[in-house]
């Protein structure tokens, strides 16, 4: 690409990295946004500007609101670079990327990573099995081409778990039923936030009425499930749990899990940036400041992979980080930055009050988070629960070491769906904080690259 | 089993998955039409040969890996067109392709 020196670079095109571009462009700065996925919208809005009359009802008027952002994403003077994967980031600024095959890269004076969430892994026995897949994953099928899995069974907890539910419902597939780890501790303890969850009323409601639709729809629901368990040979058959004392087993061709979304930290770990363990959210936070910014000068960060807070606040983060970015780079006054942020971040604070009442309602079950020895964990190189327990008794303090032990986390997926399950079973063997044990080192490249593009980007 | 809510929405294309014709929705990604295909399973791991299919499809878990013209893909940010040729990871190579591919499994150190 050209030697154009960008002011800001925002990788990531959901509501965090549309509105963070738009903000830093209406003041003038010259932004250019990557993002993998070939239309702008990020995993809450995905397609939105293509999506079918059919689709738009199925997915709700939470996902139609997306185009009042993506629309005028697109008609700004944005450079938005669609289809590209971001595999390199450096304090430097520079941003190597790969779009159909072939390497290239940018330059930008600020950084601003906006990469969303991933789903927490959920290690069941079983998860591996093939027509096993994550609610999220389902719910993209829903948006990318109209895709529903009739009969299926949901397994976990969290928001998006009713809500996948019932958007599956409005597709006319409605699920079998619903199988879920949420216990009445869990909510007696949430009810403690129950003021911060009413001054955010407005997802209560929601997820109150998600619920009654999955009621009228005459979906069956298993609270307190325990010792889950998906069987199956050569695919997933069926699932088998425990609850209120009573074991059952439901036969189907799909299962859907989720425990919630936890910070991608790809890029932010790659970067070698300061992180902390949130104990409510049960993962790894990028460290950041009101307006984003990291303990690195050139980088902030900006939504879910930040902290998840959900779209609303996605959306608002991006622009805070956008003004706080242009005051370091010094294209607005501080006072400007102040004066325009004052009013967002008033408003952030509301719409995060809902989130001690959500975290705490549907906390992952420890059975889930540090599971039974038989279980795999690392889904790439096929290492159990009882593998890491071992390295632990050999003298494995961390999850950088237990790669040497073991292979864990050195397969293609490079730790995502492997890594806080590493750290939370370490942590607990040694006795160890989790912040202590900390988490696997992440190196470039974050995305797989062939050896003939990377060989190109080279010689450049 | 995933099926299409919008059957006669979108224009068709038809590619092949291990010599066999699949139609799927232009736009729709390979693991998508797989997975609608009834093919919930793609491929066998490298370390037991257990089967694997789409999990995540969103790029993260790298479970979905299939060839296409002799390189490994992630199925789930593919899109489908019409005459794509798409065949199973054999499973000896998915081993040494992923340690190719991973930033861990020694590639930058390779190029070095
Ligand atoms: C599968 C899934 C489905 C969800 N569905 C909903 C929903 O329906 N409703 C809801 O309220 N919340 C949903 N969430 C929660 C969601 O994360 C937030 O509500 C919201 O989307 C966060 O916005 P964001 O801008 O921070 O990130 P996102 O919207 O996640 O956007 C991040 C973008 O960054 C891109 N990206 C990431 N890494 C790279 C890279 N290396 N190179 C290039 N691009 C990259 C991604 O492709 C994505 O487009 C979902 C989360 C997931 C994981
Ligand atoms: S299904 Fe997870 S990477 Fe494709």
């Known amino acids: ?103 290239d890269q940018i330059r930008a004076r600020h950084i601003i990573v906006a990469t969303g969430a991933t789903e927490r892994p959920v290690p069941i026995p079983g998860w591996t099995l093939p027509g096993v897949l994550t609610a999220g994953a389902a719910q993209i099928l829903l948006k990318s081409g109209g895709f529903a899995a009739p009969s299926a069974v949901l397994v976990g907890a969290g928001p998006l778990l009713y809500l996948v539910a019932a958007q599956m419902v409005a597709a006319g597939s409605p699920p079998k039923a619903l199988v879920e780890t949420q216990t009445q501790k869990n909510l007696r303890a949430a009810l403690e936030h129950l003021g911060g969850a009413l001054r955010g009323w407005r997802y209560l409601l929601k997820g109150i009425g998600l619920i009654a639709q999955l009621k009228r729809a005459g979906v069956q629901r298993y609270s307190a499930a325990t010792e889950i368990e998906i069987s199956g040979s050569d695919c997933a058959e069926a699932v088998s749990f425990k609850a209120k004392g009573r074991h059952h087993r439901i036969e189907a061709e799909t299962f859907l899990v989720h425990l919630g979304v936890v910070p991608n930290t790809q ?45 609303v606040v996605a959306a608002l983060s991006g622009r805070i980080a956008a003004l706080g970015a242009l005051q370091k780079l010094e294209m607005i006054a501080e006072t400007t930055r102040d004066e325009v942020a004052r009013p967002l971040l008033l408003k952030r604070e509301k719409e995060l009050s809902i989130r001690p009442f959500l975290d705490t309602a549907y906390a992952p079950p420890e059975e889930i988070l540090r599971p039974a020895d038989g279980t795999i964990i690392c889904r790439c190189e096929e290492v159990t629960a009882g593998d890491i327990r071992r390295f632990a008794v050999l003298g494995c303090k961390g999850p950088n070491q237990a790669k040497a032990f073991g292979r864990s986390g050195m397969g293609p997926c490079q730790g995502r769906f492997c890594g806080l399950t590493v750290t939370e079973i370490l942590a607990k063997e040694t006795g160890q904080s989790q912040d202590e044990t900390g988490a696997f080192r992440i190196r470039t490249p974050l995305k797989p690259v062939t050896l003939g593009e990377l060989a190109a980007y080279e010689a450049e | 089993m995933f099926v299409s809510f919008e059957p006669d929405a979108a224009e068709t294309v038809v590619f092949e998955f291990e010599g066999q014709k699949i139609s799927a929705p232009r736009g729709a990604s390979v693991a998508a039409a797989l997975l609608a295909s009834g093919r919930p399973s793609l491929r066998a791991t490298p370390v037991s040969g257990a089967p694997r299919g789409p999990f995540c499809m969103m790029g993260a878990c790298f479970d979905c890996l299939v060839q296409i013209d002799g390189v490994t893909v992630q199925a789930c940010m593919t899109s489908v067109a019409d005459g794509l040729v798409v065949q199973q990871v054999p499973r000896t190579m998915s081993e040494t392709q992923s340690d190719h591919m991973n930033g861990d499994g020694g590639f930058v150190e390779h190029v070095k």
């Open chain 1, 1 to 103: 690409m050209s030697n154009k020196v960008f002011d800001i670079a925002v990788i990531g095109a959901g509501p965090a990295g549309m509105s963070a571009a738009l903000e830093a462009e209406k003041h003038g700065a010259s932004v250019v946004l990557l993002d993998e996925q070939s239309q702008p919208g990020g995993q809450i809005y995905r397609n939105v500007l293509t999506a079918t009359r059919r689709q738009f009802t199925t997915l709700g008027s939470d996902y139609a609101k997306g185009a009042a952002l993506a629309k005028p994403f697109l008609e700004s003077a944005v450079m938005h670079l669609a289809g590209v994967s971001v595999w390199q980031v450096t304090q430097g600024g520079h941003i190597g990327f790969s779009k159909d095959g072939k390497a």
């Open chain 1, 267 to 311: 890029i932010t770990r790659s970067l070698r940036l300061e992180h902390r363990y949130d104990d409510t959210q049960r993962c790894f936070k990028p460290i950041s400041d009101a307006y984003g910014h990291t303990s690195s000068n050139a980088i902030s960060i900006a939504g879910d992979s930040a902290g998840i807070g959900g779209a």
